[in-house]
């Protein structure tokens, strides 16, 4: 039986393994990442919102999540 491995990536600089393949949206869900209040990077192409859910991380991806932060 062949074993499954998980998707490595480098998220924010770091490298991390999902359990899976996933989308940016569920990536984001599973962080507890509002997809309303970030950018997203992949593989050094800015993301619109509405491609979070169908734009799927594959191995040795890059990703950027960077949050707005308000001030005045």
Request: hydrophobic share 45%; no cysteine; aromatic share 2%.
């Amino acid at each position: 039986m062949k074993r499954l491995i998980g998707v490595k990536i480098i998220l924010n600089g770091d490298s991390v393994e999902l359990a899976s393949p996933m989308t940016i949206g569920a990536l984001l869900a599973q962080l507890e990442i509002d997809g309303r209040r970030v950018a997203v990077e992949h593989n050094l192409t800015v993301l619109k919102r509405a491609t979070f859910d169908i734009t799927e991380i594959k191995d040795g991806d890059q990703i950027e999540i960077v949050n707005f932060v308000g001030g005045g």
